[in-house]
């Protein structure tokens, strides 16, 4: 099982999202946390060309990158669909 960590900027962007979406989102990051490397459909996958990986939950995603040697999920970014990419 992996620990999450959460960027500051990540952290901030939760506390802005709505409350029900926030903690579908958080749900679903801890349910990854016990094994990050399975993908899971269009809803957690790798993005090509990069070492992140994308959570998809409703119209918001959670960037995140993986550290197998120190067993973490970093979350890099979250927010709307629109904005996370850029």
Not at 12 to 39: F, G, H, N, T, W
Not at 44 to 60: A, T
């Amino acid at each position: 099982m992996h620990s999450m960590r959460y960027r500051k900027a990540a952290l901030k962007a939760l506390r802005r999202m709505p409350a029900p979406q926030a903690r579908k989102l958080v749900e679903a990051l801890s349910e990854i946390a016990k094994d990050p490397s399975q993908p899971r459909g269009s809803q957690w996958k790798p993005m090509k060309g990069q070492e992140f990986w994308r959570l998809r939950q409703g119209s918001y995603r959670a960037l995140c990158r993986i550290d197998d040697g120190e067993l973490v999920i970093l979350v890099l970014k979250v927010g709307p669909r629109g904005d996370i990419y850029k």
